[in-house]
């Protein structure tokens, strides 16, 4: 490799690992909120379990790559969980209101009914990262040291290392998103919400593939839509954070 083959898979891998971060940002909210109402000890174990299920997802997409970007159906069933899970909880949520008490959280929900719930999502997730990886990699110019799951070793080691930086970003990030919720619990119905805006992200990468073309499949990638996205991104995490900060004065023993 010369001088400005090193520097350009550099500068990919970089990006790579900010783009990673963000993704994993959205996992690690839904996996936050699909662990919260389980005990300490088992929120750990089940979050260190949904960080080997990103891991061994995540790796297998590296290699099976080309058969996911051509599989709508994958993308579509990953949109129908993260929108269903959302729905659930706000039907939950808003019944609970009506019936004049609190939803119990988690009820029916075992600790490895969670960790399978985790392991879905996180499917979900690897093939989204991998597809917005491969968009990335396959721009690199080619090192001529074989292939790896169809893809240039270089290119498939650049997107294996943004991937692992990823799942570290996951593990700690979640970390930290379950004890905000604990803190300020009303930001739960925010991580909700976020989780729905992440499924609607996945419906949009569904309908915009070759084989349906139902919008055109550049949109996904256009300006207009990821400013879109992080703008109503945004404006849920700030909703989410006046709502929780006014309810925690309102009530300072649930940041206790």
């Not at 709508?72 to 899970?85: E, K, P, R, T």
């Not at 019944?95 to 879905?120: A, N, R």
């Amino acid at each position: 490799m010369d001088t400005a083959m090193i520097l350009e898979y550099g500068w990919v891998l970089l990006v790579l690992i900010g783009l990673e971060g963000i993704l994993a940002a959205d996992n690690a909210v839904v996996m936050a909120v699909m662990v919260k109402h389980l005990p300490d000890e088992q929120q750990k174990k089940a979050l260190f379990y949904g960080l080997i299920g990103a891991f061994v997802f995540r790796f297998a997409a590296l290699f099976l790559i080309s058969f996911l970007a051509e599989v709508w159906q994958v993308q579509a069933l990953g949109a129908a969980y993260l929108l269903y899970i959302c729905i659930s909880h706000m039907w939950k949520h808003a019944k609970g209101k009506d019936d004049g008490h609190k939803v119990k959280e988690g009820k029916g929900s075992s600790f490895w009914m969670t960790v399978l719930k985790v392991e879905i999502a996180d499917i979900a997730f690897a093939i989204d990262s991998m597809l917005a990886a491969v968009a990335l990699a396959i721009t690199l110019p080619a090192t001529g040291w074989g292939t790896i799951g169809g893809l240039d070793t270089g290119q498939f080691a650049v997107m294996f290392i943004g991937g692992l930086i990823g799942l570290i970003c996951i593990r700690f990030a979640a970390t930290q998103f379950v004890k905000l919720l604990k803190k300020y619990p009303s930001l739960e119905t925010a991580a909700f919400l976020i989780v729905g805006w992440v499924g609607v992200k996945l419906v949009v990468y569904t309908l915009a593939h070759p084989e349906l073309g139902i919008i055109p499949e550049h949109f996904p990638h256009s300006t207009v839509w990821k400013l879109t996205f992080w703008a109503v991104m945004i404006g849920i995490i700030i909703w989410g954070w006046l709502v929780s900060v006014r309810a925690a004065k309102k009530n300072p023993e649930s940041k206790a």
